[in-house]
């Protein structure tokens, strides 16, 4: 079903409640009886993990996982798997410019992004009360999987050309990936670029932005969305984030989220940032309700701010933690704000 998501942009800067979108799919392996891996390579299974948690939590939209292994793993990369966490990319596959070029774009739809791009069919077809967006990795951060982080950071200062050279062909299938999100009826994409966290304004704008801002401008419009995601340290990084011309950007907890929002302009939405594994995943229930108030408080200016974690809830987190976030929520919206403050 289609959606007219500046509408719902609009919808929700003017919500007189404050409202939440933690990026979560693994949570929902409790309720339905799964593992990681029933999850990473099965569409449908992915699909049945996202309605459980869409049906349970009042969240704003539903989400596939987020795993930045999918398209490395397209690439060439070798994979660590595990049933109970998620994939992660063992070493490099370019090791100069003759590997570089030699690079081949892979077809969307191979592979584990066949899995992803099921479960968002599934997820838009069925789920109807809220919009479903899909997941990739930036170009940036995929690139440095490819490399190697450390290898990357020394191409760009010294061989700045084979970076731009696998950052292209990067960009390419990720485009078409978007696209395939696009045409399987999701609502939008959560872009996963965290590594350029890591980079000064200047290289994040070379590296990164500008090459997002090419999926950015492929596919976003008013029934598509494009959700940036950087969970670095992003303070001095906002501008060169806006440049890329997504409408909506989601902060990890590296950064206060009050150093962050009063860059933002006010009809682009802002999400963040409990910290999904040392409180979320691994806090108390006190813990959780505790900095959900506190940032829920600290954010009172903004009403283009939504409630988040700071990046994707990791497998073996309670149903109960995920509760007391959303509890917390609940008190809030439902208690005089003044009585909280002087709580």
Known sequence: MRRNMSQWMRELIQSQERTALPIMTYPGLNIVNLNVMDIISDGHNQYL????LAKKYDTVAAVTTMDLSVEAELFGSRIRYSNDEVPTVVGKIIEDMDGAERLQVPQVGAGRTKTYLDAAKHAAK??????????????????????????????????????????????????????????????????????????????CHTFSSEYVRRIVDAVQDESFLVVLHNCGNTVKLVDTLLSTGAKAFHFGNAVDMKDIMPQIPSDRIAFGNI?????????????????VTALLLAMEAYPNFVLSSGCDIPPGTTLENI??????????NRLNHEDLKSA
């Open 275 to 291: 910290d999904p594994a040392r409180v979320i995943r691994n806090g108390s229930i006190q813990d959780i309700k505790e900095k």
């Open 126 to 203: 069925n789920i109807k009360d809220k919009p479903t967006f899909g997941g990739i990795i930036g170009p940036f951060s995929l690139a440095g999987r490819l490399m190697d982080m450390t290898e990357i950071m020394i191409a760009m200062m010294e061989e700045p050309e084979i970076v731009h050279t696998v950052l292209e062909k990067c960009t390419q299938f990720l485009v078409e990936y978007a696209k395939a999100f696009k045409q399987s009826g999701a609502h939008g994409i959560i872009i996963a670029e965290p590594a350029p966290g890591l980079l000064p304004p200047a290289k």
């Open 323 to 332: 509760d007391a976030f959303f509890q917390a929520l609940d008190e809030y």
């Open 49 to 52: 993990c996202i309605e459980a």
